[in-house]
């Protein structure tokens, strides 16, 4: 065998060395996927979408839980998308690159591996008792957003940075402000992957239960949030609570609550991916 | 462009909102006047009994809204010593660290038992060699001075077969640990570190019922929901031998290893007809509820003088409020 046999050999172990790769997650979320429908889709109908939690598996729902998690999400976009997109335009287009700006910069990048109870603790602190926001759908809305605030500004200065300079420069050129140019030219252009990353973020923190039940959110609440300032629980926490009963058919139930979470964060990178494909087929550049 | 994402807003809003209409369904046509909101918190070993009682509550009082959290017994005295919370659950009783931080913050309170909780000691159905131990024998095998020591059936009782011993047990975190160990030990918390610990009753009972030499220990209800995967041993505390049952718990003879679960509730409550009538609910249907979510119920004449108590209470408070 010489060397360019060798080589050629090293070529082919190395591609199915990928194959396998790639395909563990693939096999392992297939597997998973259908034990969790085969075990929990039978459970999902009417029923179970509008009924308040009870005792008895068969009748209990996750009416209140599915509709906290979409409060959750809503509002923590309200509070996270414009904190974050503002942050990474101003380090992306603003800041000097000085020490401050690098501080800032590997803080925003640590600050993304925090363990989320961290997040909890942090919350429960500032929101709940400081702010005496007590355990509400703010409380956890702000605390969530802290959470993803890094992954949001990240993925932002990635697609901000994947804007051309020519594309920015044209527009100096023409005599247009800093702001004008983010506005009009930069912002549009990135936008697709903005998108992708704040969907991203925010299906994380609909799936999060730690730093909710640190800050207080409930385990059984028999009424859908009216406002805001409203106690609440999420869809995690409901799934969490069965799975500790004793009783067979909770595990079922539990098994429906993942799916249906599971759908709802698949409808939303689904949208992600839609508007991502949208926003690049109006590029004109 | 922008259209489409106004179109994609408004139509998440619709969702949103129509989501929100549902909560106005609840009202079942009961006539009963009584509203307001009723937060409860605490243990999570507690929390099924308190659930099952706030759902048929809703039938009584459809505008009286109860909330439960499960931040566990201490975290749940915790608020309850910050005047957050009205009633809270406990898998324990006080410790006196609470009791002094709801004086202070002038919280009187009564303590109420509400249901009885089990554990079973389970091995392998294909385990013939053990039925009953006796709480010496399972000190022996918990204590922190096993780690390492007791790895053998044989090491237990002579006539035991030669076998390796795997232990299983619900993770330190759980009050059904710190119970155990205070039972058997002696000391909450003191336990060997050697055993397959899991938060999750469900990998017990599979752990156990997969390994002929395994034993474990957790909550009455698991077994009860898995009897044909599982076998149950007596325990002896010193009067004969006791296998665990709604009878044995009840009346006290599964000893030491049955526990009454409680609830707190606080001074407040004296000015809230809500809360009073929720807690007489509570106490008045709990004989029915609790063996449906796995624990024994007291027995009837023991509900009847806790709600005396609680009567007494509120009336003690109500003529102490008056008085200032």
Sequence with gaps: MNNADKNQLKDVVFKYLGVFASLIGIILLTIFIASIISDGLKRIDWQFLTSLPSRKADRAGILTAWTGSLWIFFLTALISIPLGIAAAIYLEEYSKKNRLSRILEINITNLAGVPSVIYGILGLEIFVRTWKLGGSLLAGAFTLSLLILPIIIVATREAIKAVPATIKEASFGMGATKWQTIWHQVLPSSAGGIATGVILALSRAVGEAAPVIVIGALAYVPFVAQSPMDEFTVLPIQIFNWVSRPDAGFITNAAAGIIILLAVTFLLNGIAVYLRYRWQRHLKW | ?324
């Design chain 2, 1 to 324: 462009m922008f259209k489409k994402i106004q179109i994609i807003i408004l139509s998440a809003a619709t969702i949103f909102l129509i989501a929100c209409q549902g909560g106005n369904q609840q009202s079942d046509g009961s006539v009963n006047d009584l509203s307001g909101t009723i937060n409860i918190d605490g243990s999570s070993t507690v929390y099924p009994v308190t659930e099952a009682i706030a759902e048929e509550f809703r039938a009584v009082a459809p505008e009286v809204r109860v909330t439960i959290g499960v931040s566990g017994t201490g975290g749940g005295f915790k608020k309850f010593s910050r005047g957050e919370t009205v009633i809270s659950d406990a898998s324990r009783p006080m410790k006196e660290s609470e009791a002094a931080a709801c004086k202070e913050n002038g919280i009187t309170y009564i303590e109420l038992a509400v249901a009885y909780d089990g554990l079973a000691v389970i091995v392998n159905p294909k385990n013939d060699w053990v039925n009953e131990l006796t709480v010496a024998e399972l000190k022996t095998i918990w204590q922190p001075s096993a780690q390492n020591v007791i790895t053998n059936w044989n090491q237990i009782r002579a006539g035991f077969p030669d076998k390796e011993l795997k232990l299983l047990g619900p993770g330190t975190a759980s009050g059904t640990f710190d119970y155990f160990t205070e039972a058997i030990v002696g000391e909450s918390g003191a336990s060997r570190g050697d055993y397959m610990p899991s938060e999750d009753d469900h990998v017990l009972v599979q752990g156990v019922a997969g390994d002929e030499n395994a034993l474990g220990f957790f909550g009455l209800a698991y077994y009860h929901e898995n009897q044909d995967k599982l076998k149950l041993l007596g325990v002896d505390g010193g009067q004969g031998v006791v296998l665990p049952t709604t009878t044995t718990v009840k009346d006290g003879s599964y000893s030491p290893l049955s526990r009454p679960l409680f609830i707190y509730v606080s001074s407040e409550a004296a000015k809230r007809p809500e809360v009073v009538k929720f807690v007489e609910f509570y106490l008045e249907n709990a004989a029915e509820l609790v063996g449906d979510v796995g624990y024994i119920a007291l027995p009837s004449e023991e509900y009847a003088k806790q709600l005396a108590h609680f009567n007494e209470f509120v009336a003690k408070t109500v003529v102490a409020a008056g008085s200032n």
